[in-house]
């Protein structure tokens, strides 16, 4: 039996295939392509939604309005002296109801889903 010596004759058969196959791969390695860059995520992207600050001096008081889409929804107020306090449209009928920071009340969150 001449186990051990076609053993012998193998080895350096497989050394040799080992050794040469990492060449034999980068010879057909595919180019490498970058990535392209991750699309936005999908919806609407209004500029319109984007609330206009119009920024006034009345007497003392600084005023400041926002409007979405030409419509006015809040005013901040800042007196000279005292806290700033905000004049909001929750119904969108034109009647601004006062809101301070010293007393906040719980307001549920109100979006407009759809307008006709």
């Known amino acids: 039996m001449n186990y051990p010596d076609s053993r012998m004759r193998a080895l350096p058969l497989l050394l040799a295939l080992v050794?040469?196959?990492p060449a034999t791969f980068a010879a057909d390695a595919p180019k490498l392509v970058p990535v392209p860059d991750i699309p936005p995520p999908p919806g609407?992207?209004?500029p319109g939604l984007e609330p206009q600050v119009t920024?006034?001096?009345k007497g003392e008081?600084?005023?400041e309005e926002y409007r979405v889409r030409g419509r006015?929804?809040?005013l901040k107020v800042t007196p000279p002296h005292g806290r700033p306090y905000y004049l909001i449209d929750e119904r969108g009928d034109g009647v601004f109801n006062r809101h301070d920071l010293l007393n906040p009340t719980f307001q549920v969150p109100m979006w407009v889903i759809m307008e006709f």
Request: charged share 20%; no cysteine.
């Open 44 to 46: 609407i992207v209004d």
């Open 72 to 74: 006015l929804y809040m």
């Open 19 to 21: 050794l040469a196959a």
């Open 55 to 57: 920024i006034t001096q």
């Open 61 to 63: 008081d600084k005023v």
